[in-house]
């Protein structure tokens, strides 16, 4: 077991709204990943969930007040120890006390004295979100530097749906991840911008049953669309074929599962972006013909599989920019040869595709594909090579976009 006081310390705040039940599989990820936790709940949000919960799954007291623990001196002390704060829900009220510098709690004290990253997670009805009063208190602690989600869209509290409703604790959690690792990995430098991010895999159907396709989970190209959409980007997601990962907030999603229905979804999707990346494994090649019925198996050998080559949607896309300043990025995921290692094959492919940017990952032996984590460089078609440490994939996420934003620039 190891020394708590060695783990990075979280506070995980908890306003006062039903979607405070989230925050207790928001706790449970944050422990379980190696983190000390300390939960504070405001009064409000013991009414939804009580303390023995928080207690139990953090291994840590549960307090609400100032006066709680005097001596320790906890509203000042709690902040200045920690290495971030999440609050997920924060409500329209926990928003607006914060905006204005109150104090009359345990978590507005501590938010107050916090010198770390601050991740509020928004959760209310729609009109509470539009309200121009939320709005302002939103822009102010965003000029702060609080990173304030999005919230993602769907369905509220009885019948109502629309946007307001907590991100995934998943989600949630990753960006929390992204947070510990760089602190500085969310500014709104994309605010104002349409970005198009492709991801998955893509299965080109054989017979009914069977399909040709690859190992690509989606998990990069959605922590791009995530990490954009939280950057301030109005974000299309193409999706090929993916683990099940759900739709990241403030992200519009469009299906694709053939290779051919990825490259009309992306190019009618390019036709208004600023920028274009190209996360998705696209097939290679699909097969001649497409049976019918399923392929039985008998006693002679199978009929040869005869292939075509699918379109390049990279190649094409920087040869039909929609504007000469539209940047387009590729990844590629390579294996070293006897002609070269990884990093020679990504600049071969960088320079037959011409695009502005591409990621070169190594795969193989558990990289890359199916992991949570990922590595790699980032080459320019101006000749500048960056590496790009192993860290998770909202990580590697963050710094194609910092590449993305100094071209838009």
């Given at each position: 077991?190891?020394?708590?006081s060695?783990?990075p310390e979280?506070?995980l ?9 989230k ?22 949000a013991?009414?939804?969930?009580g ?13 609400t007040?100032?006066?709680d623990?005097?001596p ?14 999440v609050v ?12 204005h ?8 004290a ?19 979100w ?12 965003r000029?702060?530097?609080?990173v304030?989600l999005?919230?993602?869209?769907g ?6 749906t ?12 990753d ?5 510990l ?6 500014p ?16 080109e ?7 040709l396709g ?17 950057r301030g980007?109005?974000?299309t ?5 993916t ?35 190209m ?10 013909e497409?049976v ?10 199978p ?6 080559q ?16 539209q940047v ?5 995921a390579?294996?070293g040869?006897?002609?070269?290692d990884v990093?020679h ?16 990952n190594?795969?193989g ?5 199916e ?10 078609a101006?000749?500048g090579e ?23 620039s």
């Amino acid at each position: 077991m190891p020394d708590p006081s060695t783990l990075p310390e979280v506070l995980l705040g908890v306003s006062g709204g039903i979607a405070a039940y989230k925050s207790a599989e928001l706790l449970r990820r944050l422990t379980e990943s190696g983190h000390a936790v300390r939960v504070l709940p405001t009064e409000s949000a013991l009414k939804f969930v009580g303390a023995a919960t928080f207690e139990a799954l953090s291994g840590r007291p549960v307090a609400t007040g100032v006066f709680d623990d005097v001596p320790h001196v906890p509203h000042v002390a709690l902040g200045q120890r920690a290495d971030l704060v999440v609050v997920a829900p924060a409500t329209a009220d926990l928003m607006a006390r914060m905006a204005h510098g109150r104090s009359d709690d345990l978590l507005t004290a501590a938010l107050l004295t916090a010198r770390c990253p601050v991740l509020l997670a928004p959760a209310m009805h729609t009109e509470m979100w539009e309200h121009p009063a939320t709005r302002d208190n939103v822009a102010l602690l965003r000029s702060r530097g609080t990173v304030v989600l999005e919230p993602a869209s769907g369905r509220l509290t009885g019948s109502d749906t629309g946007k307001g409703r907590l991100s995934d604790p998943a989600e949630i959690f990753d960006l929390s991840r992204l947070l510990l690792e760089r602190p500085d990995a969310l500014p709104r430098d994309l605010a104002g911008r349409h970005v198009v991010v492709s991801a998955g895999g893509t299965r080109e159907p054989l017979d009914p049953v069977r399909f040709l396709g690859n190992r690509s989970s989606g998990r990069q190209g959605w922590a791009l669309a995530r990490v954009a959409a939280q950057r301030g980007a109005r974000v299309t997601l193409v999706a090929g074929s993916t683990a099940d990962l759900g739709v990241p907030a403030g992200v519009e999603m469009v299906s694709a599962g053939t290779a051919t229905g990825m490259q009309t979804a992306v190019r009618a999707a390019a036709a208004t972006a600023d920028a274009v990346v190209m996360a998705a494994a696209v097939a290679d090649f699909r097969p001649v013909e497409q049976v019918a019925d399923k392929i039985k198996r008998g006693d002679d050998e199978p009929a040869p599989l005869r292939l075509a080559q699918n379109p390049d949607i990279l190649a094409g896309l920087v040869r039909d920019r929609a504007r000469p300043d539209q940047v387009v990025v590729g990844f590629a995921a390579e294996t070293g040869d006897a002609d070269g290692d990884v990093l020679h094959h990504g600049r071969a492919k960088l320079a037959r595709k011409g695009c502005d940017l591409l990621i070169v990952n190594a795969v193989g032996d558990g990289k890359a594909f199916e992991v949570g984590d990922n590595a790699g460089w980032l080459l320019g078609a101006d000749g500048g090579e960056e590496e790009l440490p192993n860290g998770s994939k909202a990580l590697l996420a963050s710094r194609v976009w910092d590449a993305v934003a100094a071209r838009l620039s």
